[in-house]
């Protein structure tokens, strides 16, 4: 597989998990506590957002705000979890005011690869 297809394979996996709202973009992300450090990685069919902090429901979720704040550029104000947020790992995450092709191609360098 060369550069090209890796990366449109990458970007299949993000449009499968992101949905356009009258809001803004809804993100569905997997939360996992299988790291020392927050960051965002492609698996599967999912975006998986590994964690220290997945133990503490709030914490989870401010960290996950935060990370995506950051690395998306995007005001915390303008993200909200609206589904699995008392927990759960599967969460759905709605960003404000962003178009979804500006979210696939944040998330796209963002991702780890490991």
Do not use: W
């Amino acid at each position: 597989m060369d550069v090209e297809e890796f990366r449109e394979s990458l970007l299949r996996v993000i449009r499968k998990n992101i949905e356009e709202s009258g809001n803004g973009v809804i993100l569905t992300i997997r939360v996992e506590n299988d790291s020392t450090e927050n960051y965002i990685v492609i698996e599967g069919d999912e975006v998986v957002f590994k964690t220290r902090d997945f133990n503490d429901a709030n914490r989870c979720n401010s960290a996950l705000i935060g990370y995506l704040s950051r690395a998306l550029k995007v005001p915390s104000s303008k993200i909200d979890i609206i589904h699995g947020c008392r927990g759960g790992v599967i969460k759905k995450v709605l960003i404000k005011d962003i178009r979804p092709e500006e979210l696939e191609n944040k998330l796209l360098r963002i991702a780890r690869l490991i």
